[in-house]
């Protein structure tokens, strides 16, 4: 299974900022839109960077009232770490869990084309891992 | 496998905080020992909520800047949802995916005895599977 097959489950949608919008503002919109993590692109849709809802508590821990006035182009993580639609889930689930990442914005020809979460990929995962369980035990029964 | 055994492997550790400590002091907290959640506790040790970096970012959505000198008390989850030691990984799997939630005390006998969170959870069940699959694999070759 790849991470196409991801995005066809959950679709392409993906929320992005501009990296002169504040801490404040992207709060509201991940608080919104139910998510962890938006991408930060320029008016051309080029991807700058990443922000999550770690890097806001973080940037509070650090500079406190003041940090949500702050840029987040201040706060993101850049550069970014990308996946493309052709690769696998569990090539991606090795990706997450070394750099500890939680999202990875999915590119196609310079274009962002979904995001995928380790929650997208893990339950991808486990379904692939269940199919795989039960041709083996049919196997295992039949042959008994 | 059941949630004892990961407990083995991470340790029993679990941070706490009291209801009448600031968000922003919170911050600090899980910017400091990177994790992701908290057990809100009163003096005697007892369980009263949880606070995760989610509900930081959604309370700041909510109040601005006032969010951060609130107490955890008003933005934190209660009643909590817990598990005990024996149960299995697949169980504590399915009520995080069902309720939503990435991060479950671990209870035994009116006393904190851990904290799970989905990602460990998930390191536990693909091992699983995968032990599961390598049995499998051997009967249904071995019976070629």
């Known amino acids: 299974m790849n991470v196409e097959a991801i995005l066809r ?3 392409g949608n993906v929320f992005t900022i501009r990296p002169e919008h504040s801490v404040a503002e992207m709060a509201t919109l991940v ?3 139910r998510i962890g993590a938006v991408v930060v692109c320029d008016d051309k849709g080029r991807i700058l960077g990443m922000v999550s809802e770690r890097d806001i508590v973080r940037a509070i821990a650090v500079y406190g009232k ?3 006035e702050m840029p987040i182009r201040n706060i993101m993580t850049s550069p970014v770490v990308t996946c493309s639609p052709t690769e696998t889930v ?4 090795e990706v997450m869990t070394e750099r500890r990442i939680r999202h990875l914005p999915v590119v196609e ?3 962002l084309v979904g995001i995928v979460s380790i929650g997208d990929a893990v339950s ?3 379904e692939e891992r269940q199919a ?4 083996l035990r049919d196997i295992a029964v039949a042959r008994k």
Do not use: F, M, P
């Open 9 to 11: 489950t959950k679709g």
């Open 31 to 33: 608080s919104n839109k």
């Open 66 to 68: 003041g940090a949500l």
């Open 90 to 93: 569990k090539k991606i689930l």
């Open 109 to 111: 020809k310079d274009h």
């Open 124 to 126: 991808h995962r486990l």
């Open 132 to 135: 795989e369980l039960d041709v």
